[in-house]
Structures are given as structure tokens and as C-alpha cells.
């Protein structure tokens, strides 16, 4: 158990479709990263916000953004999904510096048909 | 950015010992993670390199060499529940960059 928890955890939507995927952060982590993870590949960065601004971004497009709410709850927004945004996709928390791992949730499972 | 390599697949015995390499490039090194993954599920930490030298942790232990851009995560006395996937991740800031991890598959 690492206290973050994510929702929902499979989801299945149509190409063009918007999709909000939503987070919710160990109490007092102020930093929260989202990862996208493909089939038999390792995570791949999308973007990090601290204290609710963006503080550094992957190479995803712009339609793929983020929130993060003083209650350490945080969201992953994708617009016009794409076949290819199939994947899991992976938030995790931290204190930011702290020399620590980040924690992850157990994902949401993104299907496009 | 990161470039992080890491064996595809290993296979080895119950009982056994197992090392999977991680060779990374880095523009701005803050911490060596191992992570493992069972499938479907999210990653764990296993454990955490920032100094040169080697870190045990019962039955797992990971080396770090800087300057050689180098690590390895060991796993002794192997068990069923070990076949899983090893993610090796560099940090640099708070920015977390993973290997395409390495599947391990423990035979009886």
C-alpha cells in the first residue's frame, strides 16, 4: 500500500473522445508526476506539477494536460484520444528534494477503440 | 534526457542468483531507482543508489558506479514470486526516466 490511488482503474473510450484520469496523492506530497505506460515498455514521463503548476513535461502533445489540487488530488486530461493512447497510465507522489521514491498508484488501463 | 538500457529478458533457477545490468546516459544525475513490476500492476521500489558503492537489502542488493554511468540490481536466493519485471530509473530532479525493464522469469 502506498497511499496514492487512482480512478478509475480500466476505462474504455473511442477515438476523438476526451478522458479525464484522476489521482489522489499521499497528504503532504506536493509533488505529483503522471506516467503513461504501453504495453512491455518501461514508464514514460508526461509531466510533473508542484503545488499546482507545471514544473516540467515530457514529449507528449498539448492535449495531453494536467491539474493539481490543494488536497493533494491531481487529474490527466487527454483530448481527441488516439488509438496509440492505449496504455496504462501511472500517477505518483512525492515531496519534492525529499531523497526518496516517488509512490505510485495502481494505475488506470486505457483502452481506444 | 536519458538513455537507459537494460536486458530485454533473464531466466534462472529457484535458488538462484540473478544480475540485471542498467547502463544509463545523463545530463543531470540525482538518484538510481529499481523498481519491480508484476504484470498489471503498478511499480514498487526496490531500492535506491545516489553514491557510488552497494546498497543490500536482504535478499536484494544494487550497485551504482557514477562515473561509469553503471548499475546492477541483484536478486539472491531466488523465488517463484520473483518472475516479474525490473525497472531500472534514473532521477534527475524530481524527473523519473525508466529502462524498458527487464522480465524475469523464475523456473522450478
Known amino acids: 500500500e502506498t497511499g496514492v490511488t487512482q480512478s478509475p482503474t480500466h476505462l474504455i473510450k473511442t477515438r476523438g473522445q476526451q478522458v479525464t484520469l484522476r489521482c489522489s496523492s499521499q497528504?503532504?506530497?506536493?509533488?505529483v508526476s503522471w506516467y503513461q505506460q504501453a504495453l512491455g515498455q518501461g514508464p514514460q514521463f508526461i509531466f510533473q506539477?508542484?503545488?499546482?503548476?507545471?514544473?516540467g513535461r515530457g514529449n507528449f502533445p498539448p492535449r495531453f494536460s494536467g491539474l493539481q489540487f490543494p488536497n493533494y488530488s491531481s487529474e490527466l486530461n487527454v483530448n481527441a484520444l488516439e488509438l496509440d493512447d492505449s496504455a496504462l497510465y501511472l500517477c505518483?507522489?512525492?515531496?519534492?528534494?525529499?531523497?526518496?521514491?516517488?509512490?505510485f498508484g495502481p494505475g488506470t488501463r486505457l483502452l481506444v477503440l | 534526457g536519458q538513455n537507459i538500457d537494460q536486458p530485454t529478458e533473464m531466466t534462472a533457477t529457484e535458488g538462484a542468483i540473478v544480475q540485471i545490468n542498467c547502463t544509463y546516459q545523463?545530463?543531470?544525475?540525482?538518484?538510481l531507482f529499481w523498481y519491480q513490476q508484476h504484470a498489471g500492476e503498478a511499480p514498487t521500489f526496490l531500492s535506491y543508489n545516489v553514491l557510488d558503492g552497494l546498497e543490500e537489502k536482504g535478499r536484494f542488493s544494487s550497485f551504482l558506479s557514477r562515473s561509469k554511468g553503471y548499475s546492477y540490481l541483484l536478486l539472491k536466493e531466488l523465488q517463484m514470486k520473483d518472475s516479474a519485471s525490473y525497472l531500472c530509473a534514473v532521477r534527475e530532479r524530481d524527473k523519473l526516466s525508466f529502462g524498458a525493464g527487464t522480465t524475469v522469469t523464475v523456473r522450478a
Open positions: 505518483a507522489s512525492n515531496v519534492a528534494g525529499a531523497k526518496e521514491t516517488q509512490y
Open positions: 497528504s503532504g506530497h506536493n509533488t
Open positions: 545523463t545530463s543531470g544525475f540525482n538518484g
Open positions: 506539477y508542484y503545488r499546482e503548476e507545471e514544473n
